[in-house]
C-alpha cells in the first residue's frame, strides 16, 4: 500500500474522532496528516513526509489553536446601569439611617438608606453600595 493512502487514512480517522471530541486539535492534526499525504502522493521519502506532518502539526496546533480558543471564549460581562454601582464605595452626605439619608456615588448623589436598619451612619463616613432599590442605595459601612 503506497504511503499517502495510509496518510489520507489517518486523516479520515482524526477527522472524524475531530468531530466527536470538538477540541481542534485532532481537526489541525488530520490537516497535517493530510499535507503529509499529498507530499507523499508526489513522492518524498519517508524521513521528509516524517518532518512535514511534525512541522505541520506543532504550526497548527501552537499558531491556530490559540487563535480558535480565544475566539470560543466569551469576553467577561460588563455591567451598566444601576447594577455597576453595587459593591462600589460611597461619601455620606447626609446622614443614613434605616429610613432615609444621602451619599455621593461616583459623582452623582443619591437617596440612601443603611442595609441594617438599626445603623445611624455619620455624615463623611464611607459606605459600601450593597443594593439598589428603585432610587435609592442601600449602604453598609465600611470596617
Do not use: C, K, N
Amino acid at each position: 500500500m503506497d504511503s499517502w493512502i495510509i496518510w489520507l487514512i489517518l486523516a479520515a480517522g482524526l477527522g472524524v474522532a475531530e468531530i466527536f471530541t470538538l477540541t481542534a486539535a485532532l481537526g489541525l492534526i488530520a490537516v497535517a496528516a493530510l499535507l503529509t499525504a499529498g507530499v507523499a502522493a508526489i513522492g518524498f521519502p519517508i524521513g521528509i513526509q516524517l518532518v512535514v506532518f511534525i512541522a505541520a502539526s506543532v504550526a497548527g496546533i501552537a499558531g491556530v489553536r490559540p487563535i480558535a480558543r480565544r475566539h470560543l471564549t466569551q469576553a467577561p460581562t460588563r455591567q451598566f446601569g444601576v447594577s455597576a454601582l453595587v459593591g462600589r464605595p460611597a461619601y455620606v452626605t447626609q446622614e443614613v439611617t434605616g429610613r432615609d439619608g444621602r451619599v455621593r456615588i461616583g459623582g452623582e448623589e443619591w437617596s440612601a438608606r443603611a442595609y441594617d436598619e438599626t445603623l445611624v451612619i455619620p455624615a463623611g463616613a464611607t459606605v459600601d453600595v450593597i443594593e439598589i432599590e428603585g432610587a435609592t442605595a442601600l449602604v453598609y459601612p465600611r470596617e
